[in-house]
Nanobody, 123 residues
Framework: QVELVESGGGLMQAGGSLRLSCAAS????????MGWFRQGPGKEREFVAA????????YYADSVKGRFAISRDNAKNLVTLQMNSLKPEDTAVYYC????????????????WGKGTLVTISS
């Protein structure tokens, strides 16, 4: 069982930066692929970024490539999402996800999810 708690959301002006964190509890965190997803107003939940268990490979949605960066610290059971050059269309609830399968994480089918943190970007 893995529990995920997101933090770091808030209100930011367009062009600014935010750093989201996902704290994980439970055994064997380092064996899990991790991901970030988001759900904007009236939209489906969508993939944002993912990282392999050792952090050696990262994956991004085209909409955030070059602006967002996912990283992890297995010693601290922590995954972060650095978001730069924020746009109003980045406004969403951001969710952290975990699964032993990277395929399931990227497919929006991860076994574990946090409750989300709200990011609002004003123009």
């Amino acid at each position: 069982q893995v529990e995920l708690v997101e933090s770091g959301g808030g209100l930011m002006q367009a062009g600014g930066s935010l750093r989201l964190s996902c704290a994980a509890s439970g055994p064997s965190f380092s064996r899990y692929a991790m991901g970030w997803f988001r759900q904007g107003p009236g939209k489906e939940r969508e993939f944002v970024a993912a990282i392999t268990w050792a952090g050696g490979n990262t994956y991004y949605a085209d909409s955030v490539k070059g602006r967002f960066a996912i990283s992890r610290d297995n010693a601290k059971n922590l995954v972060t999402l650095q978001m730069n050059s924020l746009k109003p269309e980045d406004t969403a609830v951001y969710y952290c996800a975990a699964d032993m399968s990277l395929v399931r994480v990227k497919a929006n089918s991860a076994g574990y999810w946090g409750k989300g943190t709200l990011v609002t970007i004003s123009s």
